[in-house]
């Protein structure tokens, strides 16, 4: 059964229930209160007809439509029956008026008693003393009170029923509407389960129906709060996945060149042992050449994959050093490997003392500071400046070089990611300093940002000097 029939059934089944109470407690008042009416109206018959009995020693014209009339003269507590005035006036069988007159004399006082008359049915019998030793017993049926009683039975059991059929079929129906909501849910929930969850699209179901109260609003909101979490979840895994194939893609097509060139200067190297050994050591050295270009690209790739696992261990071996003493190094590094690019340094005549890995600084720089040598030609001019500001140490690489086209700025570090698609590899790099550069910098609690246009191109480093994000 579904869960609103099963409520209306239930709220019916506690409505029978208190149906039955009400209408047991209003019969129960309804007799009682007709039988004291009946009891109240004896009462005042008798009254009259004992004065009548006593002036006149007659009941003519005090009767009442089937009532019985019994007088009895009592000697000694022996009721004795006087002969009626009309035959009419008592049953056919006077036991029970005899005892109820006996009693009476005996208890001197006025008795009430409901008995069953031979062939008459239910009666209430009432003996009261008319004069001393004059006992008048008076019965009035008990049949009005009965079919009264029975029309109101059945009165209530007609409006109950039809009260307990409309509750249960309008019950049913408003708490249908009210967990209508519930089911829209339920529809959603199975939409999702036919959804392609592998495919990157947002899920395209969402609850909006605000019907069925504050507590069913609250369970809508945390639905679709949930929806949207998926959402993202999903996102965040998609993302990853693609991330995580164009990742295994390109280091593959990187690390095939390199194997290519270690294979083929390999065939060389044994063919010139045999044929040409003045040949021999040009072919070993470009082997070896080979072989480090593919243990520089194996460093970085460790590296970033180390750096993505940074929350279960760090890569970092951090001190206390002068960043501004590490970025004079680099610069004595970069006018020895490229003379051609003049570089400018400034960087103040204070010390910037800050918590951080020396080797991983300045693997940063000197990637940066390459990449401004090897994406700009001959003659650029080069700058690094070093400063402070508002409490982050700041590293600013600029060149004059033609700069990044706009649709490129926004995947310079992306892992691979070359602006020059036709740079040859020996010139442009793998792809990952930059990647490398900013893992390096997010792991020390910093960041890195691009501004470029022609003419100007400046990567801004900047770390924490109390290292709060390490």
Not at 118 to 133: F, H, M, N, T
Not at 210 to 221: I, S
Request: glycine residues 8%; aromatic residues 6%.
């Amino acid at each position: 059964m579904r869960l609103g029939t099963r409520l209306a059934l239930g709220l019916g089944a506690l409505a029978l229930v208190v149906f039955a109470v009400v209408g047991s407690t209003l019969t129960m008042y309804m007799r009682d209160y007709l039988s004291a009416q009946l009891n109240e109206q004896l009462k005042i018959a008798q009254i009259a007809q004992s004065k009548s009995i006593a002036d006149y020693g007659t009941l003519e014209g005090k009767k009442y439509y089937r009532w019985y009339y019994a007088v009895y003269d009592v000697s000694d507590g022996t009721p004795v029956l006087r002969k009626p005035e009309d035959a009419a006036d008592v049953p056919e069988d006077v036991d029970d008026f005899t005892l109820v007159a006996k009693a009476q004399a005996a208890a001197d006082t006025e008795i009430l008693r409901t008995e069953h008359l031979r062939g008459e049915g239910q009666y209430r019998l009432r003996a009261c003393e008319v004069e001393p030793g004059v006992v008048l017993v008076s019965a009035a049926p008990l049949d009005d009170i009965d079919d009264t009683v029975g029309q109101l039975i059945t009165v209530q059991v007609v409006a109950f029923v039809l009260a307990l059929m409309a509750l249960v079929v309008f019950g049913r129906a408003t708490l249908r509407r009210g967990l209508k909501p519930l089911s829209d849910m339920a529809h959603t929930a199975r939409g999702i389960t036919s959804h392609d969850l592998t495919d990157s699209a947002r899920l395209p179901v969402r609850h909006d129906n605000r019907d069925g109260g504050p507590e069913v609003e609250e369970l809508r909101t945390a639905f679709n709060t949930m929806l949207e979490h998926i959402d993202d979840a999903l996102a965040v895994r998609t993302e990853a996945e693609q991330r995580l194939r164009r990742f295994v893609a390109d280091a593959s097509h990187e690390l095939r060149t390199p194997l290519m060139s270690v294979r083929g200067y390999a065939d060389l190297f044994q063919y010139a042992a045999a044929h040409s050994p003045e040949e021999r050591d040009k072919h070993l050295a470009r082997l070896r050449a080979e072989a480090a270009r593919m243990g520089y690209l194996l460093d970085d790739l460790l590296m970033l994959a180390r750096l993505d696992a940074a929350d279960v261990e760090t890569p970092l071996r951090l001190e206390e050093a002068d960043l501004v003493q590490l970025a004079g190094q680099a610069a004595d590094a970069f006018r020895a490997g490229r003379p051609d690019h003049p570089l400018t340094v400034s960087t103040g005549s204070h010390p910037v003392r800050l918590r951080h890995d020396p080797l991983r600084v300045r693997q940063v720089l000197d990637n940066l500071l390459t990449n401004a040598a090897v994406h700009t030609p001959p003659g650029t001019k080069v700058s690094l400046e070093v400063s402070v500001e508002s409490g982050t140490a700041e590293v600013r690489i600029t060149d004059s070089g033609p700069g990044i086209p706009a649709d490129d700025q926004e995947r310079v570090f992306d892992r691979f990611y070359r602006v020059d698609k036709a740079r040859s590899r020996d010139r442009g790099g793998s792809g990952l300093g930059l990647a490398v550069a900013r893992s390096l910098v997010r792991a020390h609690g910093g960041t890195i940002d691009l501004t470029s246009g022609p003419g100007a191109t400046t990567f801004t480093v900047r770390l924490p000097l109390g290292g709060e994000g390490l």
